[in-house]
């Protein structure tokens, strides 16, 4: 699933149709993106996006890095826990 993130009035709104949209996007979020979102979305920024393993081999501290106009970001971030 991909989904893109855009500023309108002042706030981040959900783009509906990305990553068609992702131009306009200011965060594109992945969670478990198909091969044919990963390479659609590749093509529509014009940036290679790194594989899961090669983000599982990045070192904490170095988790946020730029590569180009390209801003990156890799988190392990919990879900669905039981509680607040």
Same mark, same amino acid.
């Given at each position: #699933?991909?989904?893109?993130?855009? &500023?309108?009035?002042?706030?981040?709104?959900?783009?509906?149709?990305?990553?068609?949209?992702? !131009?306009? !996007? &200011?965060?594109?979020?992945?969670?478990?993106? $198909?091969?044919?979102?990963? $390479?659609?979305?590749?093509?529509?920024?014009?940036?290679?996006?790194?594989?899961?393993?090669? #983000?599982? +081999?990045?070192? &904490?501290?170095?988790?946020?890095? #730029? +590569?180009?106009?390209?801003?990156? #970001?890799?988190?392990? &971030?919990?879900?669905?826990?039981?509680?607040?």
């Amino acid at each position: #699933m991909i989904l893109g993130y855009a &500023v309108a009035e002042g706030k981040l709104r959900r783009l509906d149709d990305a990553p068609e949209r992702c !131009a306009e !996007a &200011v965060w594109t979020d992945m969670l478990r993106p $198909t091969a044919e979102e990963e $390479t659609a979305l590749e093509r529509a920024l014009g940036i290679d996006i790194p594989t899961l393993e090669e #983000m599982n +081999e990045i070192e &904490v501290s170095s988790r946020l890095y #730029m +590569e180009g106009d390209a801003a990156y #970001m890799t988190a392990l &971030v919990l879900a669905k826990a039981d509680t607040d």
